[in-house]
């Protein structure tokens, strides 16, 4: 069983950044891939970043493409999603996941995260 906590959310004008972070509980972080989705209101949950157990190998989705970075820290238990350039649209819920594989499937998940706020205004 893992647990996530999300944190780093907020306010933040467009063009601004934040770094969100996600710690989970137990031994076994380092062996699980790393996903983080976000959802807006109205609409569904959407695949933003993913990190595979040892940082070799990440994906993403093509609206944050050289905006967004994803990293992870074993150690710490900790994988941080760093959000530069945000526009008014990156405006959602976001959430992280842990899983088997960093794929950009929502079922390749199992564990979830109760989500963090990010609003970005214009």
């Known amino acids: 069983q893992v647990q996530l906590v999300e944190s780093g959310g907020g306010l933040v004008q467009a063009g601004g950044s934040l770094r969100l972070s996600c710690e989970a509980s137990g031994r076994t972080f380092s062996s699980y891939a790393m996903g983080w989705f976000r959802q807006a209101p109205g609409k569904e949950r959407e695949f933003v970043m993913a990190i595979s157990w040892n940082g070799v190998s990440t994906s993403y989705a093509a609206s944050v493409k050289g905006r967004f970075t994803i990293s992870r820290d074993n150690a710490k238990n900790t994988v941080y999603l760093q959000m530069n350039s945000l526009k008014p649209e990156d405006t959602a819920v976001y959430y992280c996941?842990?899983?088997?594989?960093?794929?950009?499937?929502?079922?390749?998940?199992?564990?979830w995260g109760q989500g963090t706020q990010v609003t970005v205004s214009s």
């Open positions: 996941a842990a899983g088997r594989v960093p794929t950009p499937s929502y079922d390749g998940y199992d564990y």
